[in-house]
């Protein structure tokens, strides 16, 4: 079965903090996983791929097989990036699975 | 930049009631979807579909729901007899191929649900 888990509803930070949004998965067998973001109002869109190792918007995000988790960073937080993360793992099927979601809002 | 096309916005059915929502994919994905998310939950699995069939549905996908590519640019999902608890966002998805990290899953913008 694949499960993702994201253990926080809402991270509320100052501009220019630090941000980690945590996700931990669940599966038997070599999985893909994605964050997916969702601004206001707007529908949700890939953010970020662990097989690219890419940094978009100044976020990035490690897979550790050991710890089985994929936490999502930022050094320093911008108002613009409030909104809600999903945390998302693909199988060898073709289902997407999301974690619940976190809503994060940075104060100016 | 191509989108993922969903009318209507926001569908307003009584109980009992057939209701089906329209969704425009992506015009050279081949794998379509379809996810839900109940006010406050998280997003759901519903089906999907490859090559004019389902491929994967979940759980919720029951009896009571079916998908459709009638023409070569829709794709539906139908809800023969809503009930209450089917009141939900509904999101329409497609990719190029399976959701690996080459093709990314585009969503639409969602269809709310509501059923009185």
Redesign the interface.
Known sequence: AQRVTQPEKLLSVFKGAPVELKCNYSYSGSP?L?WYVQYSR?????LL????RESIKGFTADLNKGETSFHLKKPFAQEEDSAMY?CAL?GA?????????ITLSVRP | EPEVTQTPSHQVTQMGQEVILRCVPISNHLYFYWYRQILGQKVEFLVSFYNNEISEKSEIFDDQFSVERPDGSNFTLKIRSTKLEDSAMYFCASSRGLPGGNSPLHFGNGTRLTVT
């Open positions: 893909e994605f707007q529908r949700l869109q890939l791929r662990h097989i690219s999903y693909a099927n073709s289902k997407l699975t999301f974690g619940k979601g």
